[in-house]
């Protein structure tokens, strides 16, 4: 099967039905896949930051949900394997789960803590420019709707455990971005048409992340997303 295949095929596995339908956003986002992997792998530099953390303040033990950490450590330390500098990032309230993710996978790998503190974050940015990082991947990173708060699935306002990390995705960034989403509510999905989310996803209206990004993969695990842009990748930088 032709390098080409083998990635359509891939975007085709990952964007599988569980909970709810993704075709309408995946047919919006299509080819999304191959994007994101040719731009990482094409890049003889490439240095990436993986950002994920979808904290979940209501749930009997309050927690980052298990969607997005585990697929942001194995995505981090693939690249790593395949001599793709990466390194990870998250907010307080998520830490402890990517930490856990990050241990289980890859021990060494670097692990950012930052919230929404101005200077905190402009002195990350600063290190990532440093670092001449090319890449951010934010896997199911809940983003801004129209009216600026931030939405889980239900619909519930969880702007206030959602510390923003709006400027690495600014104008003025100087790296390449890619979203990796299921929901419409995730950073990125500002690619894909309003009407299309509100017609997809229940409360979709209210949920839709407007922030959008260069490369957007859509999942029907985000999980499964960040997987198949490792095996994208890899299959593209070949052994």
């Known amino acids: 099967m032709e390098t080409d295949a083998r990635i359509d095929a891939m975007e085709a ?17 299509a080819g999304g896949l191959a994007a994101a992997a040719r731009s990482i792998a094409a890049n003889a530099n490439a240095s990436v930051v993986v950002l994920t953390g979808a904290y ?13 950490p585990p697929g942001a450590a194995l995505l981090a330390a693939g690249l790593a394997c395949l001599r793709i500098p990466a390194r990870l990032l998250t907010d307080h309230w998520c830490a402890p789960v990517l930490t856990a993710a990050r241990d289980a996978a890859a021990p060494d790998l670097p692990l ?21 990082v ?12 129209k009216d600026g708060a ?56 209210r949920v839709h992340c407007v922030v959008g990004c260069d490369h957007l993969i859509v999942a029907g695990v985000s999980n499964w997303g960040a997987l198949g842009l490792l095996l994208a990748v890899a299959t593209l930088r070949g052994p």
């Open 134 to 145: 090319t890449h951010v991947v934010i896997v199911e990173r809940l983003g801004p709707a």
């Open 13 to 29: 596995v990952v964007q599988t039905k569980v909970e709810r339908s993704v075709g309408p956003l995946a047919r919006d986002a």
């Open 56 to 68: 979940v303040p209501w749930a009997r033990q309050p927690a980052a949900e298990t969607d997005g």
């Open 112 to 132: 950012d803590v930052c919230d929404d503190n101005p200077a905190e974050l402009g002195d990350l940015l600063g290190s990532y420019e440093q670092l001449k």
């Open 150 to 205: 931030v939405r889980n699935f239900r619909g519930e306002d969880v702007t206030r455990f959602t510390p923003s990390f709006a400027p690495l995705w600014g104008d003025a960034r100087p790296w390449t971005t890619v979203g990796v989403g299921d929901g419409g509510n995730e950073v990125g999905m500002g690619n894909i048409a309003a009407g299309t989310v509100a017609e997809a996803i229940e409360h979709g209206d």
